[in-house]
C-alpha cells in the first residue's frame, strides 16, 4: 500500500517535469525564432544602406544622414588662438658686428644619408643659402679674407663634433669664438641605451632610445620667433629612440619639454617631471652658443624649431619673413558631373567658412575660376547651386578658365583659341562675373609649362591677362623646387597643391583616410607648405567644396593650426599684387630657365602635338670667337647624317639663343630653327654660337634643355685669340679699335672710358678658358665635352673631323680626305666642291700684321696663371696631350 502510494506521487512528479519541460521548450523555440527575425532584419537593412551609399542613390533623406554621420568638420582648438597675439622683439638681430655670410655649414655622416637630406631638403625650401660637408678627418675652407663663410654649422651626427681631434676641434671652436657663429646639433639612434651618460666634455648627461609624448615649448625662451609657446602638442611622439637631457650648468636651458610614454597613468597627487628633449647652450660654459636635438626632423615641430635655431645663432642673418600671402583658387566651377557639383547648402557653407577665415586672414576671398559652358548642366539641386553662386557674385574673387574646359595645347590655331576664350568672356559679361582680373588659369596648366606661344597671344587679346600659376614649372616634383617667372609679360607664379584633387570628394575615400589628412594639416605637408613659402597659391576643384566639404575643411583647420603654432600673418589679395609682390622678394626668377618637355612625361602630355623631340641639337660647338669655329660648322655640314640649324636673319649661321635676348623669345623660337624632315637622312642636328663659351649663364640653360649634349670647344693660344679679335672689329668698323691701338686696348684700366673697356674685355675675357671651361664642367661631364686643338684643325683638319666623329658617334663614318684640300693661296684647307677647293668669304682667314712685341709680353704674363690652370684641369679631366701652343705660352722665351 505504501509503495504503491509513493509510485504514485512520483509519477505525479515526473508528469509535472516533463508538462514544464515542454513549456519551456515551446517558449525557448518562439523566442528563437524572433531573434532569428530580428538578425535578418538588421542584416538586411545594413545591405539597403551599403548599397544605397555606394551607388550614391539620390535619396535626399538618406543622403543627407549619410553626410551628417561622415562630414568632417575643424576641430583645431587652442588657448591662444582667440586670445592677444604676443610677439616679443623676436628678430633676432644684435648689435654684434658680424663678420660671417648668411649661409648654412651641414657636416653629414655620408652622401645619402636621412637626416642630411631631410636638413638640406629644408634648407632648399626656405631658400637659405648652405653647402654640405661629408664629416672626415679635415675641415673645408671657413674663411674668405677677413669674412667667415658660414653663419651657422649643423651637425646632422653631433658626437662627429664631440670626437673632432684636437686639431680641428679648436680651430672650429676658435672660429666660431671669432665669427660669433653657432652650433646645432642632433643626437643620432643609438642601438645601445644610455642612462645618465656624459657628453665628452660638457656639463650634460643624456638619456637615450626613450619612447615619448606631449610635446611643449618653454614660452620664455629666446629662440622662438616663427614658433609659438603656449599648446601641447598631444599624444605619442614619432619613432622609439628620443634623447632626453639632464644638465648641470647655468648655461643650459630646455627649449622643448617631453613627458616619458610608459602607458601607467600617474598615481593620485603624483608629479611627473617633463624631460628636456631640445636644449639651449647660451655659450656660458665656453662662449659657443648652441642648439642639441634629441630627435631629428621627423617631429614637424622640430621643423619649426631647427628653422628658429638658425634665425637666433645667426643673429637674425638667417631669419625668415613671418609675413606669408594666401591665396585659394577653385578651379572648374560650373564643371563636374551630376553628384560631384555644388548644391545651394555647399554654397552657402562656402560663403560661411570663408567669412570665418576672413577673420582669421585679412582680404580673404576665394578666388573662383569657371568654365561657362557648363553651367546647369547638374540636377535640378546642383542648378539651384550654379544660381546662387551667381547671386553672390561679388562674394568672391573670379578668373576665366577655358569655355570648354579644354587643354589649351591642342589648339593649333590662334584664332579657334580665341573664340573660344571670347565664349567664355561674353557668357562672363551677361552674369555680371567680373573680367578684368587680369588672372587666367589653363585647364591642367596646359600651354603654361612647357610654353604653348599661342595660348600666351589669345590670353593678351581677349582677357589682358597679366599674371597665370602652374604646379609644373620646373617640374610637378619636387614641389619645393616650383619656381615662377615671367613670359612676354605674364608673370607665371608657383601653384601649390594641398593634398585635394578632382576626385577628392568624401573623407572615407581620401587616400590614408581622415588620419593622413589631419597629419598633413597639423604639422605635415600642407602645414610646412604655408611656413615655408612667403607667398602660397593652391589649387582646388569645385568637387572639393561639395559632398564632405573637404576644402572647407582642410583650409580652415590648417589656419587654425598655424595660428595656435606659430607667429605667422597671414594676409590674402588679388592675383596681380600676389605676384607683384613674388617678383619683388624673387626678382632673379624673372627670366625663365627652359627645360627638355621630352625628358618628363608630364610635360609630353601638355606639349602641343606639333611639336618633336627630334627638333632640338644632339651636341653644340661652343666656340670661343676667332678660334676656327666657322671652318668646322663648314666641315660638320659637309657630312650627310649632320644638319645645322636654318640661318638666322641676324646672325647668319649662329642663332645666339642661350646668351642672348634671344633666350626670352621662348622654345618654340628656338625650335623653328630645328625643322623635321621626315624624309631627311639627318641624325644629328646642331648648332654654332661661338659667344656660348664665356657666357655666364650659358651652361646652366644649355643642362636645362639639353641636358645630354655633346659640347665642342676649340682652343688657340689665348694672346693670339685676343690680337685675331682686335682685328676682326677693327676690320668692321668698330669705333673703339680704330681709335686705340691693340696696346692701349689691353692695357687699359677700369677707369678708362667705358668703350674702352668693353673692347679690353671681349679681348681679353674669353681667353681665361680654364675659368669657363669650370663653368661648363659644373653641369657636364667631362665625357661630354670635346676640346679641338685650333692649331690641328689648321694644319690637319681630317685627322680632327675624325677623332670627333667617333667622340660623336656619327654613323655612317665618313672620310673627310675625298672632301677637304688644302689651298696654298689661302694658307688653309677648304671643302671640294667639282673637284676645286670651295673656301670662305673674304673676311675668313685674313692675314693681319703680327703682333708688337710688347703686347706679346703682356699677354703672355696675364694669361700664364690661366694657362697653368687649364694645363691642370686637362689633365685632371684625362687630357694627357697638352697642345704645343700652350706649352709655347708657358715657356720663358717669346717667340
Not at 600617474?266 to 628636456?276: C, Q
Not at 570665418?356 to 580673404?364: C, D, E, L
Not at 659667344?691 to 655666364?696: H, L, R, V
Not at 676640346?787 to 670627333?804: A, F, R
Request: proline share 5%.
Amino acid at each position: 500500500m505504501g509503495d504503491r502510494r509513493i509510485n504514485r506521487y512520483i509519477n505525479k512528479i515526473y508528469e509535472i517535469v516533463t508538462r514544464n519541460r515542454r513549456k519551456k521548450r515551446t517558449g525557448w523555440i518562439l523566442k528563437h525564432a524572433t531573434l532569428k527575425k530580428c538578425v535578418f532584419a538588421v542584416i538586411l537593412i545594413s545591405i539597403i544602406l551599403m548599397v544605397l551609399y555606394w551607388k550614391r542613390i539620390n535619396t535626399p533623406y538618406l543622403a543627407h544622414f549619410i553626410q551628417k554621420s561622415t562630414r568632417p568638420e575643424p576641430n583645431i582648438r587652442c588657448g591662444l588662438m582667440n586670445g592677444p597675439r604676443i610677439l616679443k622683439d623676436h628678430g633676432h638681430k644684435t648689435e654684434a658686428q658680424l663678420r660671417s655670410y648668411p649661409k648654412v655649414l651641414v657636416f653629414v655622416e655620408t652622401a645619402f644619408s636621412k637626416l642630411g637630406r631631410e636638413i638640406a631638403e629644408l634648407l632648399v625650401h626656405t631658400r637659405i643659402k648652405y653647402k654640405v660637408e661629408v664629416a672626415g678627418k679635415s675641415l673645408p675652407v671657413l674663411t674668405n679674407l677677413d669674412k667667415g663663410r658660414y653663419g651657422v654649422i649643423v651637425f646632422e651626427n653631433f658626437s662627429k663634433y664631440l670626437e673632432m681631434d684636437n686639431w680641428n676641434r679648436e680651430l672650429l671652436d676658435k672660429y666660431c669664438r671669432e665669427y660669433l657663429v653657432g652650433i646645432i646639433g642632433f643626437i643620432p639612434p643609438n642601438e645601445e641605451t644610455y642612462v645618465g651618460s656624459q657628453l665628452k666634455g660638457f656639463p650634460l648627461f643624456i638619456h637615450t632610445n626613450l619612447r615619448l609624448k606631449d610635446a611643449a615649448l618653454n614660452p620664455s625662451s629666446q629662440i622662438l620667433r616663427l614658433t609659438r609657446a603656449g599648446e601641447t602638442a598631444w599624444g605619442e611622439l614619432p619613432g622609439n629612440d628620443w634623447t632626453v637631457f639632464q644638465a648641470n650648468h647655468s648655461t643650459y636651458e630646455p627649449l622643448e619639454w617631453a613627458h616619458k610614454n610608459d602607458y601607467f597613468k600617474p598615481t593620485e597627487g603624483e608629479i611627473r617631471t617633463p624631460l628636456a628633449t631640445v636644449l639651449q647652450d647660451h655659450g656660458l660654459f665656453d662662449n659657443i652658443q648652441r642648439v642639441i636635438f634629441g630627435s631629428g626632423l621627423k617631429f614637424w615641430l622640430h621643423r619649426l624649431l631647427f628653422l628658429d635655431s638658425l634665425s637666433y645663432l645667426s643673429h637674425g642673418q638667417l631669419s625668415l619673413s613671418l609675413d606669408r600671402m594666401f591665396l585659394v583658387d577653385i578651379d572648374d566651377i560650373f564643371v563636374g558631373e551630376v553628384g560631384t557639383r555644388l548644391k545651394a547648402d555647399d554654397v552657402k557653407a562656402l560663403i560661411d567658412t570663408q567669412s570665418r577665415i576672413q577673420a582669421m586672414v585679412p582680404g580673404f576671398k576665394f578666388n573662383l575660376g569657371f568654365s561657362g559652358k557648363y553651367f546647369h548642366h547638374g540636377n535640378s539641386e546642383e542648378d539651384e547651386g550654379d544660381d546662387l553662386i551667381l547671386e553672390n557674385i561679388d562674394k568672391f574673387m573670379w578668373f576665366s578658365h577655358m569655355w570648354n574646359h579644354l587643354q589649351p595645347h591642342l589648339y593649333d590655331n590662334l584664332t579657334l583659341l580665341m573664340e573660344d576664350m571670347m565664349l567664355n568672356k561674353n557668357f562672363a559679361k551677361q552674369k555680371g562675373i567680373p573680367v578684368d582680373s587680369g588672372y587666367s588659369v589653363a585647364p591642367h596648366h596646359s600651354g603654361v609649362y612647357p610654353v604653348h606661344e599661342i595660348l600666351y597671344t589669345a590670353w593678351k587679346k581677349v582677357w589682358n591677362i597679366r599674371v597665370t600659376s602652374t604646379e609644373e614649372y620646373p617640374h610637378l616634383r619636387p614641389a619645393r623646387l616650383r619656381r615662377g617667372f615671367i613670359h612676354r609679360n605674364i608673370m607665371v607664379l608657383p601653384r601649390q597643391t594641398c593634398g585635394l584633387f578632382t576626385h577628392t570628394m568624401m573623407i572615407d575615400k581620401y587616400p590614408g583616410g581622415r588620419m593622413k589628412l589631419d597629419e598633413s594639416i597639423q604639422g605635415g605637408e600642407l602645414f610646412q607648405t604655408i611656413v615655408y613659402n612667403p607667398i602660397n597659391i593652391f589649387m582646388t576643384h569645385m568637387s572639393n567644396y561639395g559632398n564632405d566639404r573637404l576644402g572647407l575643411y582642410t583650409f580652415e583647420s590648417v589656419i587654425k593650426f598655424i595660428r595656435c603654432w606659430t607667429n605667422i600673418h597671414l594676409t590674402s589679395a588679388p592675383p596681380l599684387q600676389v605676384a607683384e609682390a613674388y617678383f619683388k622678394l624673387y626678382p632673379s626668377e624673372v627670366d625663365p630657365v627652359w627645360g627638355n618637355p621630352c625628358l618628363d612625361m608630364r610635360h609630353q602630355k601638355i606639349w602641343s602635338k606639333n611639336k618633336s623631340c627630334d627638333s632640338l641639337p644632339k651636341f653644340l660647338v661652343i666656340g670661343p670667337q676667332k678660334t676656327g669655329t666657322t671652318a668646322l660648322y663648314t666641315f660638320l655640314s659637309l657630312h650627310p647624317a649632320i644638319a645645322s640649324n636654318t640661318p638666322s636673319t641676324d646672325t647668319f649661321e649662329e642663332i645666339q639663343f642661350f646668351n642672348a635676348h634671344n633666350y626670352l623669345r621662348g622654345l618654340d623660337w628656338y625650335m623653328n630653327f630645328f625643322p623635321v624632315d621626315v624624309n631627311s637622312t639627318t641624325k644629328y642636328y646642331f648648332e654654332k654660337s661661338a659667344t656660348y663659351f664665356d657666357g655666364e649663364l650659358v651652361p646652366r640653360r644649355v643642362h636645362s634643355l639639353l641636358p645630354y649634349a655633346k659640347l665642342i670647344t676649340i682652343l688657340i693660344s689665348p694672346a693670339k685669340r685676343a690680337y685675331s679679335w682686335y682685328e676682326h672689329i677693327k676690320a668692321h668698323g668698330d669705333p673703339s679699335a680704330n681709335n686705340y691701338t691693340f696696346n692701349q686696348v689691353i692695357t687699359a684700366s677700369d677707369t678708362a672710358p667705358k668703350p674702352l673697356r668693353d673692347l679690353r674685355n671681349r679681348c681679353l675675357n674669353p681667353g681665361k678658358y680654364a675659368q669657363h671651361l669650370e663653368r661648363w664642367l659644373t653641369y657636364f661631364a667631362p665625357q661630354n665635352l670635346h676640346i679641338i686643338d685650333g692649331e690641328v684643325l689648321k694644319s690637319n683638319p681630317v685627322e680632327v673631323m675624325n677623332e670627333m666623329q667617333k667622340f660623336l658617334k656619327i654613323t655612317p663614318f665618313m672620310n673627310y680626305t675625298e672632301h677637304l684640300r688644302f689651298d696654298s693661296k689661302k694658307g688653309f684647307y677648304c671643302q671640294v666642291k667639282n673637284n676645286r677647293p670651295k673656301c670662305l668669304g673674304r673676311s675668313k682667314g685674313r692675314h693681319y700684321p703680327p703682333m708688337d712685341e710688347k703686347s706679346q709680353k703682356f699677354l703672355q704674363r696675364y694669361y700664364v696663371s690661366h694657362n697653368t690652370a687649364l694645363v691642370k684641369m686637362m689633365k685632371r679631366i684625362g687630357i694627357r696631350t697638352v697642345p704645343n701652343w700652350l706649352k709655347d705660352d708657358l715657356s720663358d722665351n717669346v717667340a
